[in-house]
């Protein structure tokens, strides 16, 4: 059975609104109506919470990511592609990023770092953004060359798939800190500011995805399921 890039794009993209939704609904019994946990359901699908149904799909978005990355950087080394270790970081980096997403490591660094630079309030509350931002700089000077050398329609995906994530994990993260320094996270406005976060999140590495399978059909010629 052939993997189908848009199928499995529609099938990822369709439970990020059962996610977002069963989140919102449980914000809403937590800050409105005091059911903060009704049988679970309020931590086990809160976009912002740790070892959830939520955190558990982004991290198999970005794990998958970095499966792709893997076939693909394979695929160029044996052609001897000139950009082949770009794609052999970028794997790499991905697997790292499922693994901080899973156990949430980025978030040991904001308190010393926040003490560190005395940052008390502001965008750069969440002091991680400070190397994350130093970190996408490095990158976009790095790929510059390697995104020119992609496909059109792969380059436009990759452009898309980039803002879409960057924008929530830096641009809604920032705007989440300010308002958490002045008005702490236990409130709804902080749980909607996460919700935009988090979707930008999961929809701009869905749309990676989506991009990625196309480039291993352009490669390879798919990716093929054989059932016994």
Do not use: C
């Not at 199928?7 to 990822?12: D, E, G």
């Not at 879409?164 to 409130?187: D, F, K, P, R, S």
């Not at 869905?206 to 059909?217: C, D, P, S, W």
């Amino acid at each position: 059975m052939a993997i189908r890039p848009a199928r499995v794009a529609k099938i990822l993209v369709s439970v990020v609104p059962v996610l977002l939704i069963a989140s919102i609904a449980g914000q809403i019994l937590n800050h409105f109506r005091g059911h903060d946990y009704v049988f679970g359901f309020v931590p086990l699908f809160y976009l912002d919470g740790e070892n959830n149904i939520p955190t558990y799909f982004s991290t198999m978005l970005l794990f998958v990511s970095a499966l792709l990355l893997a076939i693909i950087a394979w695929s160029k080394k044996k052609q001897d592609d000139a950009y082949a270790l770009h794609w052999v970081i970028l794997s790499a980096v991905f697997l790292l990023m499922s693994l901080d997403e899973g156990a949430s490591l980025h978030d040991v660094v904001i308190t010393p770092l926040r003490e560190l630079l005395n940052i008390t309030r502001g965008p750069l509350y969440f002091a991680w953004i400070i190397p994350g931002m130093a970190l996408i700089v490095a990158f976009a000077v790095f790929y510059y060359r390697f995104l020119f050398s992609l496909p059109r329609r792969t380059r436009l995906l990759f452009s898309i798939a980039a803002i879409l994530y960057v924008t929530g994990a830096l641009g809604t993260e920032m705007v989440g800190g300010h308002h958490a320094a002045l008005y702490g996270m236990e409130n709804f406005g902080y749980t909607m500011l996460v919700s935009v976060e988090e979707t930008l999140e999961m929809i701009g590495l869905i749309v990676f995805i989506y991009a990625l399978l196309e480039q291993v059909k352009r490669n390879l010629g798919g990716i093929r399921i054989r059932i016994a």
